[in-house]
């Protein structure tokens, strides 16, 4: 399989607790973009990296959230202390620079926090 | 930043009949708009886009609209068919920007 792949597809933690995410993109992509999606809604955008440089943050991203690429192919996605509200969809998508700018989505990882 | 906002939030059809889902966007710097499909438990797949120095684009039963001007794009699927049930997604993008995504129209085409 040559798309995008999360791992893992669902994750229920208890909160409080820390859990981590992983993101493999297409191979020749070098932008990698993390999504949070709850039930009914877009997918809203948490941060980006073209190669191993994290470009772009959003208000959403709390201080309990980071994210890493550290040789500019997979990327992680932690949370720490989790939160009810954490609950949710989250997806990887990857994109080529100066290619066509499609993103294209992982099949996501399902976070329930009890 | 951007605002993207999309209608009608549910659209139900009779297969054979076309659908309409239109957003707007609020930054004119945008350039690229693509659209996404998503069914029940999948990943968003993109199924067109257009970008700002084109009006139309076509393929098969899908064809999306772009009004710079009035800063609004639509999406028009015809001859519906049961499969094309799904949450159909719209996107604004200024090129090596985040995804600004609309708020996703559920579609039920009706056998």
């Known amino acids: 399989d040559t798309g995008v792949s999360q791992d893992p597809r669902h994750k229920i933690t208890k909160r409080g607790q820390n859990v981590t995410f992983r993101c493999d993109p297409i191979?020749?992509?070098?932008?990698l973009y993390w999504y949070r999606q709850t039930l009914g809604q877009g997918p809203e955008f948490l941060t980006y990296f073209q190669n191993e440089a994290q470009l772009e943050k959003s208000r959403l991203l709390s201080d309990r959230f980071s994210a890493e690429r550290p040789k500019g192919s997979f990327s992680t996605l932690e949370i720490q202390r989790t939160e009810q509200g954490d609950s949710a969809m989250y997806l990887c998508?990857?994109?080529?620079?100066?290619?066509?700018?499609?993103?294209?989505f992982g099949p996501g990882t399902r976070l329930l926090v009890l | 930043g951007e605002n993207v906002e999309q209608h009608p939030s549910t659209l139900s059809v009779q297969e054979g009949d076309s659908a309409v889902i239109k957003c707007t966007y609020s930054d004119s710097a945008s350039n690229y708009f693509p659209w996404y499909k998503q069914e029940l438990g999948k990943r968003p797949q993109l199924i067109i886009d257009i970008r700002s120095n084109v009006g139309e684009k076509k393929d098969q039963r899908i064809a999306v609209t772009l009004n710079k001007t009035a800063k609004h794009f639509s999406l028009h699927i015809t001859e519906t068919q049961p499969e094309d049930s799904a949450v159909y997604f719209c996107?604004?993008?200024?090129?090596?920007?985040?995804?600004?995504f609309g708020t996703g129209t559920s579609l039920t085409v009706i056998p």
């Open positions: 191979s020749e992509h070098n932008r």
């Open positions: 998508a990857s994109s080529q620079q100066g290619g066509s700018e499609t993103q294209y």
């Open positions: 996107a604004a993008i200024l090129t090596g920007n985040q995804f600004y």
